[in-house]
């Protein structure tokens, strides 16, 4: 055995994962350093007010509000940035990876809006910018897509990588409650923000989905390609067809290979069948189901979010960066494979579609004509009496995304029929 | 981007999973480039008899039964062992680690028994020898388990490992078939051998059992250190019973740490809460369940078999064994922390056990003084009436196996027990 390798943290951030970290780095050091033959000493933590109460008690003389003070430190050997947000963290990471520091963080924000620019500089300067927590918290899974699988051919990756929207989708799933309720329950038990736009309109999962379809494919997009669409017209009306039908509805990020290597990435509430392994990923869990041609099905489960699990993959991005740095190397290169942006309205997927319409003669032929004039085939159909109205529910084969959506707006000015209730996405499992 | 570089690979055996191999070898080879930067080879290929008529077209040129030369080739810059057993394997892995060749299997059987052997040579040559493929088939876990949580304290893993199992007990469950029927037809559909006591018995769990028990806290069991037991005594009662508490019966591999830092491991049929992410894992498919005290609980999932997906972890071992080659490094040293073998009379568990006895009373009274005798708490008990006996089912709190045997042991013995029928381990899930 090599004499133990010192390694000196600087810690950008002390919020939710970096106190969880810092507790790890003060408290299991001996641990770690029996598994890693790696001691780490955490040496400065950079925080808004140094003054300030903490649940951990990182030592007052290791804590500044000088973050470039902890960049520069020459006893900083491995920056881990914990801030959040693009500015200031990208100007400190740009600054660490120029000083040939490797870098760690937990930002998607940053990673999936400036992530390129910087992995560029990180390959250029030859040191590790390593991004585990940015998606899935916890859950191994940025390594596997890049080292694992490294050479699979895979066609999709679906994630449910939103636990504050998969928390209130399962309460509204099992215990039959609205939407509304099911919110506010998640913001009195701390999984949703007072102003939880962020997560229910699907942002934070499509800045996630723009981070692994660089990843997964070497494409090169940002969250603003991504397609997104959140949870909060999602009733409980939905849920209950939905679960008649043997589905349940999820918000999935999906992302995936089009037929010119270009990728697609996409967020929307999606019905998938009951007996796909994500319809098993309850409350605020995470998980990311890989479909490949050789691997067949994969799926990583588990705390995509929370204090400890995050610092969990922050602590082993650190000790592979340690690593690679004690040997004098820096991890592979990430996969830039150019493949452009995929539009949603070039994308297929099938359809559920509820229309309501009169209920008398040829009216189930004229609407079925306008969803024909459009090249969308129909899977399966359903007609329930409503009064002298009638409510008919439609599945439909996989379809162009522009064409259902014609097919909708022509359905919407069709005289006979009087609303278009809600529509949402089927996943197709035979891609 | 650098100049690609070329990797000469020499393959030492060509069944299911080799022919999968080859086969990606010989026709992605472009793809695998454009992902990885480095250009595969395949340079020679070792097989008991070279005129046999195979699936994949190797051409004939590259086919020998000289497995000696294809590890001394000097073409040869990677080994991948895919032959099996542990003779000649384990001579052809040693010469091809001595010669600083890196080496990749899928031999579970020899990194069960002689893997620590070879591990310490890999090190002292400062060569991989890498096995990702000898647990879970096509799942990334041996390297989440060795990198990404290099730093977690872990305090168990659980895994279905054994597709053919799993198989069967699915079909039991869902569609109500016995063991008999539903082995046949796992023998039909190519999951089963014709000789299926491996599988059934729990030896093939035990062998990946024993692989993570020393990948997840670097002991150093072998296969015959662990416990196991099969499935063939399980019957449709139990899984009925199992259902009506709220239960599904899986065999699992179960490694845990013990208070001393011992490391236990052992196959069992468990029932597990029906609600727990690993009775979701249905037919062949395999899945690892790690806790650890950051990462909380983590899944892995995936096909365990199949030529295809094990040549896909196989390839990710590859091209990570040529990319650490490349710049002149090799990946981080296994795990070695020397926990002793936990012998299972000292783990302990909660069980499920049935017994038949005589309906007068007084009974439960003496048959309840057997287990307070030997500190087995009772968590819940069921009677019910058959005919002039009764049945009681009980569940026991977690109770040291040596108690709950000797509780066994003297209930049979007991006059008013008719029969002690099946006893099953119940999994905690509060650990």
Request: glycine fraction near 10%.
């Given at each position: 055995?090599?004499?133990?390798?010192?390694?000196?943290?600087?810690?950008?951030?002390?919020?939710?994962?970096?106190?969880?970290?810092?507790?790890?780095?003060?408290?299991?050091?001996?641990?770690?350093?029996?598994?890693?033959?790696?001691?780490?000493?955490?040496?400065?933590?950079?925080?808004?007010?140094?003054?300030?109460?903490?649940?951990?008690?990182?030592?007052?003389?290791?804590?500044?509000?000088?973050?470039?003070?902890?960049v520069n430190d020459p006893e900083v050997d491995v920056v881990v940035e914990l801030?959040?947000?693009?500015?200031?963290?990208?100007?400190?990471?740009?600054?660490?990876?120029?000083?040939?520091?490797?870098?760690?963080?937990?930002?998607?924000?940053?990673?999936?809006?400036?992530?390129?620019?910087?992995?560029?500089?990180?390959?250029?300067?030859?040191?590790?910018?390593?991004?585990?927590?940015?998606?899935?918290?916890?859950?191994?899974?940025?390594?596997?897509?890049?080292?694992?699988?490294?050479?699979?051919?895979?066609?999709?990756?679906?994630?449910?990588?939103?636990?504050?929207?998969?928390?209130?989708?399962?309460?509204?799933?099992?215990?039959?409650?609205?939407?509304?309720?099911?919110?506010?329950?998640?913001?009195?038990?701390?999984?949703?923000?007072?102003?939880?736009?962020?997560?229910?309109?699907?942002?934070?999962?499509?800045?996630?989905?723009?981070?692994?379809?660089?990843?997964?494919?070497?494409?090169?997009?940002?969250?603003?390609?991504?397609?997104?669409?959140?949870?909060?017209?999602?009733?409980?009306?939905?849920?209950?067809?939905?679960?008649?039908?043997?589905?349940?509805?999820?918000?999935?990020?999906?992302?995936?290979?089009?037929?010119?290597?270009?990728?697609?990435?996409?967020?929307?509430?999606?019905?998938?069948?009951?007996?796909?392994?994500?319809?098993?990923?309850?409350?605020?869990?995470?998980?990311?189901?890989?479909?490949?041609?050789?691997?067949?099905?994969?799926?990583?489960?588990?705390?995509?979010?929370?204090?400890?699990?995050?610092?969990?993959?922050?602590?082993?991005?650190?000790?592979?960066?340690?690593?690679?740095?004690?040997?004098?190397?820096?991890?592979?290169?990430?996969?830039?494979?150019?493949?452009?942006?995929?539009?949603?309205?070039?994308?297929?997927?099938?359809?559920?579609?509820?229309?309501?319409?009169?209920?008398?003669?040829?009216?189930?032929?004229?609407?079925?004509?306008?969803?024909?004039?459009?090249?969308?085939?129909?899977?399966?159909?359903?007609?329930?009496?409503?009064?002298?109205?009638?409510?008919?529910?439609?599945?439909?084969?996989?379809?162009?995304?522009?064409?259902?959506?014609?097919?909708?707006?022509?359905?919407?000015?069709?005289?006979?029929?009087?609303?278009?209730?809600?529509?949402?996405?089927?996943?197709?499992?035979?891609?």
């Amino acid at each position: 055995m090599n004499a133990p390798t010192k390694i000196g943290i600087g810690l950008l951030g002390c919020g939710n994962v970096g106190s969880a970290l810092a507790q790890l780095l003060l408290e299991d050091s001996e641990n770690i350093a029996r598994r890693t033959g790696i001691t780490f000493e955490l040496r400065k933590v950079a925080v808004r007010r140094p003054s300030k109460d903490r649940d951990v008690s990182v030592p007052a003389e290791l804590l500044t509000d000088d973050a470039s003070a902890v960049v520069n430190d020459p006893e900083v050997d491995v920056v881990v940035e914990l801030m959040g947000g693009i500015e200031p963290a990208r100007g400190l990471i740009t600054r660490a990876l120029e000083l040939k520091k490797p870098v760690v963080t937990a930002n998607k924000e940053l990673m999936a809006n400036v992530g390129a620019e910087l992995s560029a500089l990180a390959q250029a300067q030859g040191v590790d910018l390593l991004y585990e927590a940015a998606v899935g918290g916890g859950i191994p899974l940025i390594r596997p897509l890049r080292e694992s699988l490294a050479g699979e051919r895979i066609s999709r990756v679906i994630g449910i990588v939103n636990g504050t929207t998969n928390y209130i989708l399962t309460r509204m799933t099992e215990d039959g409650i609205g939407y509304g309720a099911a919110l506010a329950e998640a913001q009195g038990r701390g999984y949703a923000e007072r102003d939880p736009t962020a997560d229910v309109e699907g942002y934070d999962a499509a800045a996630k989905a723009a981070i692994l379809a660089n990843v997964a494919f070497g494409a090169s997009l940002v969250s603003g390609d991504v397609y997104s669409e959140g949870i909060s017209d999602v009733t409980q009306e939905d849920i209950k067809l939905a679960a008649r039908l043997g589905y349940v509805v999820k918000l999935l990020a999906i992302v995936q290979l089009g037929p010119k290597d270009q990728v697609g990435a996409r967020v929307h509430p999606t019905m998938i069948s009951a007996r796909h392994p994500l319809a098993s990923v309850r409350l605020s869990f995470n998980a990311l189901f890989v479909e490949g041609d050789s691997c067949g099905e994969l799926m990583f489960y588990g705390k995509g979010a929370g204090g400890a699990p995050t610092a969990s993959a922050v602590l082993g991005d650190i000790i592979d960066a340690s690593h690679n740095r004690s040997i004098g190397s820096h991890g592979r290169n990430p996969l830039a494979l150019g493949g452009e942006n995929w539009p949603i309205d070039e994308q297929s997927s099938s359809f559920y579609v509820t229309i309501e319409v009169d209920d008398r003669p040829g009216v189930l032929a004229s609407v079925a004509s306008v969803f024909g004039l459009h090249h969308v085939s129909i899977r399966s159909m359903e007609q329930s009496g409503l009064k002298d109205e009638a409510r008919l529910i439609f599945i439909t084969h996989r379809a162009l995304e522009r064409d259902v959506q014609s097919t909708l707006h022509d359905l919407r000015v069709l005289p006979v029929v009087r609303r278009v209730g809600n529509v949402m996405r089927v996943l197709d499992e035979d891609m």
